[in-house]
């Protein structure tokens, strides 16, 4: 049996998909055979950020739909043998998408991988609430900044309510926080949101804490998942996020402002 | 005040006043999510009676269930404006 954990937000913008790509992609460094799920039907971009948007032949429409079988669709990724992408469908819309459908396409997969990572659409539609429904863990994303904040309260209360798990009165999905674009320096100034106050707002355990980083966008540009971008503070802090995933309990870095030299002071250097 | 104070305060920081709001509006939807579907309706016809015998208007009602542990509080409160 996978585990099935969703990647959610509410908001766009706020590093869903890169974090899926990443954490994914961690999963299957530690040699979890996992599958990352893009569930933004229509909207398609996994497949960029991860670097395989030339591959894509079938999606996860096709499989819906048995146009195509599973094992079609299924991208294996280049750089780690443990790791596939499936991709959504690009000229669809998020109604190709039925319960019953999902739910067999999971089933299917839960047989051979160990993780399956849902990457949710932004908002609480339809989309996003296809993307939780399974879920047996949620890894909810969220910026140091109001309406970021705001959304992922509001996600968390659909996952206490409208999953499978809250549904049938099981043990509810686990949740997790991982902050994301984190900057200690505004932090330090009073300017930023900190991590405690959002762990006092929210009251979900904290996953991890992704500090802003150039290394995200040079990532994205390159199809290459951050976490592979060896000495990128924010790879680094994925791994760590992916340890702890695991069970693993591990000090939390980047969340102080790091010391300025007296050069680096002296010629003003940020 | 003394004069150490004139140094030391300063004007609260954005982010302070960030969780100040969030903290207020996130506890509000929390209560809003949890209340039973029947709350808003039941709020309505209430008022309807209470109009019955006095000049009122909705924002005079604020209808709260308050849940602890063991029991509910149905809180009804109308605040009647002095003539």
Redesign the interface.
Known sequence: MAEIIVVTSGKGGVGKTTTSAAIGSGLAIRGHKTVVIDFDVGLRNLDLIMGCERRVVYDFVNVLNKEAKLNQALIKDKRNENLFILPASQTRDKDALTQDGVKNILDELSKTFDYIICDSPAGIEKGAQMALYFADQAIVVTNP??SS??DS??IL?ILQ?KSLRAEQGDEPVKEHLLLTRYNPGR?A??????VK?VE???VIPLLGVIPESEAVLKASNQGEPVIFDEGADAGYAYKDAVSRLLGEVIEFRFIEQEKKGFLKRLLGAR | MSIFDYFLSKKPKSASLAKERLQVIVAHERGARKAPKYLPKMQQEIIEVIKKYIAIDDSQVSVKLDNNNNHSILELNVSLSKK
């Open positions: 900044e109001v904040v705001r309260d509001r209360g309510s932090v100034d009073g300017e930023m949101l900190s106050d006092e707002i929210l």
